[in-house]
């Protein structure tokens, strides 16, 4: 999945980008929203970045949402 520059969107086009990432990839959605909520920490965020691309859809197949 390509990410955008949400800089240079419209909000259509956020909106859009969004309602895609909850019906084909919620688990990545939901790490998003806790990121936000402060359930997950920039430590986390980091250590996901430096993870090898298999490794980060692994850790996000398996991503469960805090609480």
Do not use: C, G, W
């Not at 259509?12 to 084909?24: C, W």
């Not at 909520?37 to 970045?49: C, G, H, R, T, Y």
């Amino acid at each position: 999945m390509k990410i955008p520059d949400v800089m240079k969107m419209t909000q259509v086009e956020i909106d859009d980008f969004m309602a895609d990432l909850k019906v084909n990839n919620p688990n990545l959605l939901q790490f998003i929203i806790d990121f936000l909520d402060n359930k997950v920490s920039i430590k986390e965020v980091e250590a996901f970045q430096k993870m090898e691309h298999q490794a980060q859809q692994l850790y996000i197949k398996n991503y469960k949402a805090r609480a």
